[in-house]
């Protein structure tokens, strides 16, 4: 199984950026896909989580209405459209797979390798 994360880069605050999760080895269509940051020297956090039909999904606080998650099972990805970022929101992007519905890192069977966001004020 392998989850590769891809999309990130440096942005201005205000700015947007799509990041994507390309799987292989998953039968996509059972995951729930979330996705967790590691901001600088902090621990991991919950960004969203995505059910396996796309029909649920789940964001933290910090992220509503300006982080939108979505899923395209017949390409087998995942993608994150981030708007409106703020400095705050400057992390190593991670995405992850579990079976259960879930906004708890450790319910997550298999993760990517992460990619970096950085935001500029």
């Known amino acids: 199984v392998q989850l590769q994360a891809s999309g990130g880069g440096l942005v201005q605050a205000g700015g947007s950026l799509r990041l994507s999760c390309a799987n292989s080895?998953?039968?996509?269509?059972?995951?729930?896909m979330g996705w967790f940051r590691q901001p600088p020297g902090k621990e991991r956090e919950f960004v969203t989580v995505?059910?396996?039909?796309?029909?649920?999904?789940n964001y933290a606080d910090s992220v509503k209405g300006r982080f939108t998650v979505s899923r395209g099972n017949a390409k087998n990805t995942v993608y994150l459209q981030m708007n409106s970022l703020k400095p705050e929101d400057t992390a190593v992007y991670f995405c992850?797979?579990?079976?259960?519905?879930?906004?708890?890192?450790?319910?997550?069977?298999?993760w990517g390798q992460g990619t970096q966001v950085t935001v500029s004020s």
């Open positions: 992850a797979a579990a079976l259960s519905y879930t906004t708890f890192g450790r319910q997550y069977d298999y």
């Open positions: 080895g998953l039968t996509f269509s059972h995951y729930a």
């Open positions: 995505i059910s396996p039909s796309g029909t649920n999904t």
